[in-house]
């Protein structure tokens, strides 16, 4: 097992950084000492982008995923592109336009659990499409009540900032865990809990992908759906841009 120190916990607006190969696993994944390159997790996709080398050269990174464990993360090269050495020192870029879509749209997701308090038991954050299901039987929701109760929260411009709490608070109050199938994972000491609005005023739930540091970074967003999957469950799908006439 490799420890990764991921850059991108604290410092989400990082763009690169140089890091040296600690090694490259069986299938072609490049293991760094640390890195700006989100892992796929959480339901928020792997960052994509590229390695710089000292003789200028240029290698594309098409994924990036966790490895053997949470902590090891590793990033996957497009096909056909060369390996870097062992102990080498590269330069890393990810594709920022790309994140902070993700960023944007990861943020909206924790807004849209704050108004539809129900447990969640799948996400998916896409660039231009997002997806919660709730353990919801009967959605007595709109698209439209969702979408103006959202802006609201985005026009309100709530900070969004991250809180390192111990396992006996998380222990204290089991609302904080939003989804039905997914624990923050225990035995690790200190969970990061990810909070909007002045004293969490808004939400706080455990997290550990990457958020806007205000929701008025967000910008304008809509419910483009809300499916019924199953009795006891409905998707939410969240779009950028203004809720559709008709
Ligand atoms: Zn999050």
């Known amino acids: 097992m490799t420890r990764t120190e991921a850059l991108f916990r604290d410092k989400p607006y990082l763009t690169s950084t140089e890091a040296a190969v600690l090694g490259i696993n069986d299938r072609g994944g490049v293991i760094l000492d640390r890195t700006v390159f989100y892992a796929t997790s959480g339901g928020q996709p792997g960052d994509t982008g590229r390695f710089l080398r000292s003789d200028g050269s240029r290698i594309a990174v098409a994924a990036t ?79 439209e009540g969702v979408t103006e109760e959202l802006m609201a929260l985005v026009a309100a411009d709530h900070p969004v900032f991250t809180r390192l709490i111990d396992e006996e608070e998380l222990a204290a109050n089991p609302s904080l865990v939003k989804s039905k199938n997914v624990r923050p994972p225990a035995g690790t000491g200190r969970i990061r809990l990810v909070c909007i609005g002045e004293g969490s005023s808004v939400d706080s739930q455990p997290c550990g992908g990457t958020h806007v540091g205000r929701t008025g970074e967000i910008g304008e967003i809509h419910i483009g759906k809300i499916e019924k999957k199953g009795r006891e469950n409905r998707r939410f799908r969240i779009r950028f841009g203004p809720l559709p006439a008709g």
């Open 65 to 143: 995923v966790t490895g053997l464990t949470k902590d090891e993360i590793v990033h996957v090269p497009a096909a056909g592109e060369p390996l870097p050495e062992v102990g080498e020192t590269l330069k890393l870029e990810i594709d920022w336009d790309r994140r902070y879509r993700l960023m944007r749209m990861h943020t909206a997701c924790h807004l849209l659990s704050a108004i539809c308090p129900f447990p969640i038991t799948g996400a998916s954050v896409g660039e231009e499409d997002s997806r919660l299901d709730f353990d919801l039987p009967d959605a007595g929701f709109t698209k």
